[in-house]
């Protein structure tokens, strides 16, 4: 189990009792209430939002890349006749925000923790203020003149990071139009490299039969690969796994982003290496259907040596499950110490059809910091990167904590029967609580100096770092700073 407990395992993972779980969290998806908001508190007339001045650069932005005629939303949303039909839907959808079924798939709870990630393409409480307003007057069209420019669809199979300088591709499996999923091992596939390589980023996609013009009412009609969890492993002369050489990488998943990582921390891909494939899940769409998993490596340039070698601890368990039938509002709680120093750069929650909502939070002393709440749709399976400069920064002996909070109810859509108790394991049926994030460990020079460069951002002492409890501890001062009498860390 990949968490150090610092309570017995028996309340390191535990569905609380219904009247603690009343008291302290109110959350369960039946009473969860949309975000509604008035545009005149944002100085916009509602009468006068338009489809083409207002609307259309929302949806280009935050919505478009799968809502087009050849992505893999089951409708298009680039015209106003296309959008129009669906204006309540849209107010419906959007207005859910951080939720199971919300639109955009991008599901950070906005009013607590830290708001800074990479590629955030959610929408502002002003963005939802006009989509409401629309929809609630008519969902008028408004001034063609003020249509934006229509995107520009790449329909050419492009990468979406850029053209990689590795590709690997799995190989092909077919998967009948009806039939039961598959689970298991498709096979190790050699890299091809012949010198050690660090890895920028990584983004994997799926290629089949299926024609880029077919409707399909959900996204998985699209596809047959609902996940791929594989590792790196090294050969030896003759072709035999070396023991000890495996290296995880982060999971692929349908609907799921691309992984870049820090400049800091680039991931060695090694000489002689070779994917294994060992964990897929495939599932039938309904149409007969050939298919195979590129993966597509960016390499940093040669000669690169990464700062942060060492990853930090992951939190959770996909083994030691209990999650109880018809019952919403459950909560597994997972603890871990950190050891040294650690930077977060990623936060992935990961459960299963009941979960709907994950939190981290630092117990730092006296202090407890929530870093990040966020709803949990497995539908989309989402990563949150953190920008760098609002990653969390954390000092050793942190105590980190992640609840998942599961709902077996009828009133959970992706639950296929309230009846059934669940255990783990890797079966969609199944469970799993994980935070597939990742981080790195930090010397304490290291977290000294990532310390001093948030400092030089904070402009008194009414600035706050969530993620940051010692950015204004005072500083170390060191034996020149004490003759010379320095006055460090009093800003």
């Known amino acids: 189990m990949n968490c150090r407990a610092i309570v017995p395992l028996a309340a390191l993972l535990v569905a609380l009792p219904a009247s603690a779980r009343a008291q302290s969290h109110d959350l369960g998806l039946a009473q969860h209430e949309p975000h509604l908001f008035a545009a005149a508190d944002f100085g916009v007339d509602p009468a006068a939002v338009t489809f083409t001045r207002d609307i259309a650069p929302i949806l280009q932005r935050s919505c478009q890349n799968c809502h087009w005629a050849g992505g893999g939303a089951p409708m298009a949303l680039t015209t106003y006749s296309e959008v129009r039909r669906y204006a309540q839907r849209i107010k419906d959808r959007t207005a859910i925000r951080d939720r199971m079924g919300a639109m955009p798939p991008f599901f950070v709870e906005k009013d607590i923790g830290i708001h800074e990630f990479t590629n955030d393409y959610s929408l502002s409480d002003e963005e939802l203020a006009l989509i409401q307003a629309w929809a609630d007057n008519g969902a008028p069209e408004g001034d063609p003149a003020d249509m934006p420019a229509p995107r520009d669809f790449d329909t050419s199979g492009a990468w979406a990071l850029g053209e990689p300088d ?3 591709r799995s190989p092909s499996v077919t998967m009948p139009a009806i039939g039961p999923d598959r689970w298991g091992d498709i096979g190790t596939v050699p890299t091809g490299l012949t010198e050690d390589r660090y890895v920028k980023s990584v983004e994997i996609r799926e290629l089949n039969d299926i024609p880029a013009d077919l409707g399909t009412s959900t996204v998985g009609g699209r596809y047959i690969f609902h996940h791929m969890t594989y590792t790196s492993v090294v050969r030896d002369e003759e072709g035999r796994i070396e023991p000890g050489q495996s290296t995880s990488w ?9 992984d870049i990582f820090p400049e800091q921390a680039g991931r060695l891909l090694p000489a002689n290496s070779a994917l294994s494939l060992a964990n897929s899940h495939l599932h039938s769409n309904g149409r007969e259907t050939t298919g195979h998993l590129e993966f597509g490596f960016t390499f940093f340039p040669k000669g690169y040596e990464p700062e942060y070698t060492r990853r930090g601890p992951r939190l959770g368990n996909g083994i030691d499950i209990d999650v109880a ?3 919403s509002q459950q909560e597994f709680h997972s603890f871990v110490t950190l050891e040294e120093h650690t930077k977060i750069v990623a936060f992935e929650p990961h459960l299963h059809a009941p979960g709907y909502r994950m939190c981290i939070e630092a117990i730092w002393g006296h202090n407890q910091f929530t870093l990040n709440c966020v709803g949990y749709d497995h539908n989309w399976v989402k990563q949150y990167i953190y920008e760098d400069d609002a990653a969390p920064l954390l000092p050793k002996g942190t105590i980190l904590h992640v609840i998942g909070f599961l709902d077996t109810t009828e009133d959970n859509a992706n639950v296929a029967d309230a009846r059934n108790w669940a255990g783990g394991g890797r079966r969609s049926v199944s469970n799993m609580f994980i935070d597939l ?9 290291q977290f000294q100096r990532e310390m ?5 951002k904070m402009t008194d002492r009414n600035d706050f770092d969530i993620g940051c409890p010692l950015c204004w501890a005072p500083q170390i001062m060191t034996a020149d700073d004490d003759d010379q009498g320095g006055t460090q860390g009093q800003p």
Request: charge should be negative; glycine fraction near 6%; hydrophobic fraction near 40%.
């Open 166 to 168: 590795l590709i690997v």
């Open 437 to 445: 994030g990742y981080s790195v460990t930090l010397t304490e020079e």
């Open 250 to 258: 982060p999971i692929h998943e349908v609907g799921r982003n691309a």
């Open 325 to 327: 039938a018809n019952q």
């Open 452 to 456: 001093a460069e948030r400092r030089a």
